[in-house]
């Protein structure tokens, strides 16, 4: 128990879906991260909130939305997904100034057919 | 970003000492070096961060020559739970939220 939540844990939606992602950290932090994880592949960094503003966008396609409306809560909102989007899409926290260490959340893991 | 260099995969027995080693030739003079476990299914989990010379915890200790052109994890005494993707990041607490995770080491302990 890493003191971040993520829910569902796990998700199947069709391309034409629109579902979200909710994630909550209970560890004061104010930084928070969405990363998508594929199968066989390196983390990639999707979004980044510091202080609520959104400070870090990887080109992410924008069938991929997100929004923290407080430190403690992180969505991801998905619509008009592909295939290739169906990986483990993980959250993360971090203090202010400490950007290194991260809490992760277990992820979810999203399949879209 | 400084990029980072680590092998693929490592093989280990159980009770011996595991060091895994990350070449970071451009590290810059602010940037820091931090290391990461994960188990299968799971969030990276935090395990050491240092800067120069060694730094230990409960859990590992970390290895930074003077050139700091590269950092060594050792892991003491290993267990079949020991068996995760180790993963080395470099960056400057100060100046980025971006910490590029590379392919990581995939650790293997035997019984």
């Known amino acids: 128990e890493t003191g971040v939540t993520q829910t569902p844990r796990h998700l199947v939606m069709g391309m034409t879906n629109k579902k979200s992602l909710k994630c909550e950290q209970h560890?004061?932090?104010?930084?928070m991260y969405w990363y998508k994880q594929s199968a066989k592949k390196p983390l990639e960094l999707m979004f980044v909130?510091?202080?609520?503003?959104?400070?870090e966008n990887n080109s992410v396609p924008s069938r991929f939305s997100p929004e923290c409306p407080n430190s403690s809560h992180l969505f991801l909102h998905l619509h008009t997904l592909q295939p290739e989007d169906s990986a483990l899409y993980l959250c993360?926290?971090?203090?202010?100034?400490?950007?290194?260490?991260?809490?992760f959340g277990p992820g979810t893991r999203l399949t879209v057919t | 970003l400084a990029k980072t260099t680590q092998p693929i995969s490592m093989d280990s027995y159980e009770g011996q000492e595991v060091n895994i080693t990350c070449s970071h030739n451009?590290?810059?003079?602010?940037?820091?070096i931090t290391w990461y476990q994960q188990f299968p299914s799971q969030g990276p989990r935090f395990i050491i961060q240092?800067?120069?010379t060694k730094v230990t915890n409960e859990v590992a200790s970390l290895f930074i020559p003077a050139d700091r052109k590269s950092s060594t994890l050792s892991l003491p005494r290993v267990s079949l739970s020991d068996t995760a993707v180790y993963y080395c990041?470099?960056?400057?607490?100060?100046?980025?939220?971006?910490?590029?995770f590379g392919t990581g080491t995939r650790l293997k302990v035997l019984a």
């Open positions: 990041l470099v960056g400057d607490p100060g100046g980025t939220y971006k910490y590029i």
């Open positions: 909130y510091s202080l609520e503003e959104r400070v």
């Open positions: 993360a926290s971090s203090q202010e100034g400490v950007p290194y260490e991260q809490y």
């Open positions: 560890l004061g932090h104010n930084a």
């Open positions: 451009n590290i810059a003079t602010n940037d820091y």
């Open positions: 240092g800067y120069k």
